[in-house]
């Protein structure tokens, strides 16, 4: 019988917040700090229309039930069917406003028998009727070209004004050598270079942690029609101190034109 823990009134499966990452212990502490980084950075209004790329089980759309009013609207998508069709019938069925869809995107950590490639995806979300893009741990397990087509869809479907919240790994000079003092199993250290301006955790799994320098970056943000809305703001997951964040938080704004990145 699959094991459950109770949060907000729903029932959580314990394998599909493990894979949706952390489990019951950090769940709550994960969530809350997720709200705290929007409000910081990329604040979503009780009016926005939000689109959430690796919503996993809810651990976000939770926390947007009672921040949305009827007037904003979320989406969550995810590659993990299991948390798709538990969130449809958990949260869609409290908050009409509030929907879920599943795309079956290949993935060697989450879904390696899936018949779509990233740069299949259209997106099942109108054109410019998104206030706001969050993605939580959705770019650190990508490559390059999967990132620029996704940058594309997002041009796509932003509203003006709109703004696009991801965390990344940041390989500038101190991250990586912060990083490479790591030690311990699981430790993120990204030792291996996998592409240009790309470094990746473990060979074996390639995809399990992917981090960038800063031009592999700037390139793909500029590629994507993008620009930076502000600075990177740092992550503690390199043995930091004196942040509040673990992931590096990068958000980002379309460019009225494919400039160059800085331009205004």
């Known amino acids: 019988m699959p094991e459950y823990f109770e949060y907000h009134g729903y029932k959580i499966p314990v394998d599909l917040a493990t894979m949706t990452g952390g489990g019951p212990e950090t769940w709550d502490a994960i969530s809350r700090g997720h709200m705290e980084e929007y409000a910081r950075y990329c604040p979503i209004l009780p009016h926005h229309a939000v689109l959430e790329i690796g919503c996993g089980v809810g651990r ?9 009013r009827e007037s904003g ?4 998508i995810d590659i993990i069917r299991p948390s798709i069709e538990w969130c449809t019938s958990n949260i869609s069925t409290r908050h009409p406003n509030f929907r879920f869809e599943y795309l079956d995107v290949d993935s060697q950590i989450h879904n390696p028998t899936g018949s ?3 740069t299949d ?3 099942p979300v109108g054109n410019r009727t998104i206030d706001r893009i969050i993605l939580q741990s959705v770019f650190t397990h990508m490559f390059e070209g999967d990132i620029v087509h996704y940058l594309h869809e997002f041009r796509r ?3 003006r004004g709109g703004r696009v919240f991801a965390s990344v790994f940041l390989l500038d ?5 912060m990083a490479l003092s790591n030690a311990g199993e699981g430790a993120l250290r990204f030792e291996h270079p996998y592409g240009d301006d790309c470094f990746i955790n473990d060979p074996r799994y390639p995809e399990g942690a992917v981090g960038f320098t800063p031009d592999g970056l700037k390139r793909m943000v500029t590629a994507g029609g993008f620009e930076l809305d502000q ?3 740092p992550g503690f997951w390199c043995g930091r101190s004196g942040v509040q964040d673990g992931q590096d938080i990068a958000v980002l704004r379309p460019t009225g034109r494919y400039r160059l990145w800085g331009q205004r």
Do not use: C, M, N
């Open 73 to 76: 609207s979320y989406i969550g």
């Open 116 to 118: 779509l490639k990233v």
């Open 60 to 68: 976000d759309a939770i926390q947007l039930t009672d921040h949305l």
């Open 173 to 177: 000079d101190e991250s990586r050598a």
């Open 231 to 233: 600075p990177i703001h």
């Open 121 to 123: 995806v259209s997106l």
């Open 157 to 159: 479907v932003l509203r």
